[in-house]
């Protein structure tokens, strides 16, 4: 390796992950490390150019992610519900593990595993009482046939649609807008027409929802809000 390529040498990945694949993928992870994908055989050097020449789009991506990790880090003891932060005041004498007044998240407890647990079951329960009769709403205007609908944490997914029309939804969706729910069903729902994301399916999403673009972009932009329960 030449000096110029021993300078450069400073970005590192966290973890190289090595398989069958013939071609090399970079990405950064939730807590803003560099995760390469490598086929089995491939040199370090080779992966070391690979990373130099992307250290632009690698820098860019990690400040995005460490932004993030402050923004979720500055609003821990706060819990965000349909698009809206509310604190979470501690009563140790409360007579559940949360409730939710309609301005604050009352909690027995801040000790972070028990106020997950007890978080994830409010969302979960929340979250099939407010999406259900959305999903139900939505099919019977516009004639769409859904067989089950699961509500799940899937952890890379905000929902999907099988082949027999089962539509499973993330709880975590509870924390968003109440249109970027209703997004999320409606593009689900699509899918029992489309397959696919074709241009005949983004159409039907909008004729559904005319505005889907800003809630599927709300999404983009702030879906990291939702997945850290
Ligand atoms: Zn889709």
């Known amino acids: 390796m030449q000096e110029s390529g021993l300078i450069k040498f400073f970005m590192s990945p966290s973890k190289i992950i090595r398989s069958q694949r013939k071609t090399l993928s970079i990405s950064i992870n939730e807590d803003?490390?560099?995760?390469?994908?490598?086929?089995?055989?491939?040199?370090?050097?080779?992966?070391?150019?690979?990373?130099?020449?992307?250290e632009n789009w690698i820098n860019r991506k990690i400040t995005?992610?460490?932004n993030q990790i402050k923004d979720v880090t500055s609003n821990q003891n706060k819990i965000l519900y349909l698009g809206t932060l509310f604190p979470i005041i501690i009563k140790p004498q409360?007579?559940?593990?949360l409730i939710f007044t309609g301005e604050e998240f009352v909690v027995k407890s801040i000790e972070p595993n028990s106020l997950s647990l007890s978080l994830k079951k409010w969302c979960k329960s929340k979250f099939r009482e407010i999406a259900l009769p959305r999903v139900a709403y939505f099919a019977d205007k516009h004639n769409l046939n859904v067989n089950q609908v699961r509500i799940k944490n899937q952890k890379t997914m905000w929902g999907s649609?099988?082949?027999k029309n089962n539509i499973n939804l993330n709880y975590l969706l509870i924390m968003a807008p109440s249109e970027v729910i209703d997004y999320v069903i409606?593009?689900?729902l699509a899918h029992t027409i489309h397959r696919n994301h074709s241009v005949d399916f983004w159409r039907l999403v909008q004729l559904i929802m005319p505005d889907f673009q800003q809630h599927k972009q709300w999404l983009k932009a702030n879906g990291y809000k939702l997945r850290r329960v």
Do not use: G, M, T, W
Not at 36 to 53: C, G, M, T, Y
Not at 94 to 97: K, L, Q
């Open 32 to 54: 803003a490390e560099l995760i390469v994908r490598a086929p089995k055989r491939l040199s370090i050097e080779k992966i070391q150019d690979f990373i130099n020449e992307k």
């Open 64 to 66: 995005l992610v460490e």
């Open 94 to 97: 409360a007579s559940r593990e």
């Open 161 to 163: 649609c099988s082949s």
């Open 186 to 188: 409606i593009h689900e």
